[in-house]
């Protein structure tokens, strides 16, 4: 039925503090005091207490500043919210209540104004995991001298996108290839990303996977919407 005293007073600190710390342990190229998203999966909560980290909704409530990293703070802000649902809820379908509750929270979020903007660039950090943008000038047509300076991130972090939206049933549309393929397309019709440079095969522009994930997010909070579930 929860615990009586603040998580952080009590066994369950203490182990979130050996959880945080054992992950952190084993990444040598990552030295803030911060996890990343595949780290993030790794945790484990507690036997008895059911927890779903790859839910979309429960990620953008555990990372309460929404810089694609959690902090062991917001691993204890989390536990804390958890612990008080559960104190209020009881243990019954405990896990379906706190994902409706952050599912709440994130449509709350995506419809504020520049909500969906907000969503699609924390999206972006997230699965960018630590690892900034890079800059390519690309030519602003085929036989012209104009370059232009454009942002991509790597081929692994829309390999992480599609695996966060995989919930979502993108897989019965389309496979990893075929999605960075379609990114990469969407970006050469956009002037972003000239197929014929080999030099990007492995790269997609931000902006690119930015507006997918703008869009994605739009197209659920319409179905939330014509569903009656914002009522």
Same mark, same amino acid.
């Given at each position: 039925?929860? &615990?009586?005293?603040?998580?952080?007073?009590?066994?369950?600190?203490?182990?979130?503090?050996?959880?945080? @710390? /054992?992950?952190? #342990?084993? @990444?040598?190229?990552?030295?803030?005091?911060?996890?990343?998203?595949?780290?993030?999966?790794?945790?484990?909560?507690? #036997?008895?207490?059911?927890? @779903?980290?790859? !839910?979309?909704?429960?990620?953008?409530? &555990?990372? /309460?500043?929404? @810089?694609?990293?959690?902090?062991? *703070?917001?691993?204890?802000?989390?536990?804390?919210? $958890?612990?008080? /649902?559960?104190?209020?809820?009881? =243990?019954?379908?405990?896990?379906?209540?706190?994902?409706?509750? $952050?599912?709440?929270?994130?449509?709350?979020?995506? $419809?504020?104004? #520049?909500? *969906?903007?907000?969503?699609?660039?924390?999206?972006?950090?997230?699965?960018?995991?630590?690892?900034?943008?890079?800059?390519?000038?690309?030519?602003?047509?085929?036989?012209?001298?104009?370059?232009? =300076?454009?942002?991509?991130?790597?081929?692994?972090?829309?390999?992480?996108?599609? *695996?966060?939206?995989?919930?979502?049933?993108?897989?019965?549309?389309i496979d990893q290839q075929g999605f960075? =393929?379609l990114l990469q397309q969407t970006a050469?019709?956009?002037?972003?990303?000239?197929?014929?440079?080999?030099?990007?095969?492995?790269?997609?522009?931000? *902006?690119?996977? !930015?507006?997918?994930?703008?869009r994605f997010i739009s197209a659920h909070?319409?179905?939330?919407?014509?569903?009656?579930?914002?009522?």
């Amino acid at each position: 039925m929860g &615990l009586s005293i603040s998580v952080a007073e009590s066994q369950l600190g203490t182990y979130l503090r050996s959880e945080f @710390d /054992r992950l952190k #342990k084993f @990444d040598r190229d990552y030295d803030t005091d911060q996890l990343i998203y595949h780290q993030v999966l790794q945790i484990s909560p507690p #036997k008895d207490f059911p927890l @779903d980290l790859q !839910h979309l909704a429960t990620l953008w409530k &555990l990372d /309460r500043n929404h @810089d694609g990293r959690v902090s062991f *703070e917001e691993v204890l802000a989390f536990a804390e919210f $958890c612990n008080e /649902r559960q104190q209020a809820l009881g =243990d019954l379908d405990l896990a379906q209540k706190l994902k409706a509750h $952050c599912v709440m929270e994130l449509w709350s979020a995506v $419809c504020e104004e #520049k909500g *969906e903007e907000s969503f699609a660039e924390w999206v972006v950090k997230l699965v960018s995991q630590g690892e900034q943008p890079k800059q390519f000038a690309v030519l602003v047509d085929e036989g012209s001298s104009k370059s232009l =300076d454009v942002s991509f991130i790597q081929r692994d972090a829309v390999m992480t996108l599609y *695996e966060l939206v995989k919930p979502y049933q993108i897989a019965s549309h389309i496979d990893q290839q075929g999605f960075l =393929d379609l990114l990469q397309q969407t970006a050469e019709t956009m002037n972003l990303q000239p197929l014929s440079n080999q030099d990007l095969d492995d790269w997609v522009p931000v *902006e690119v996977v !930015h507006r997918w994930v703008k869009r994605f997010i739009s197209a659920h909070a319409r179905l939330f919407s014509e569903l009656g579930l914002d009522a």
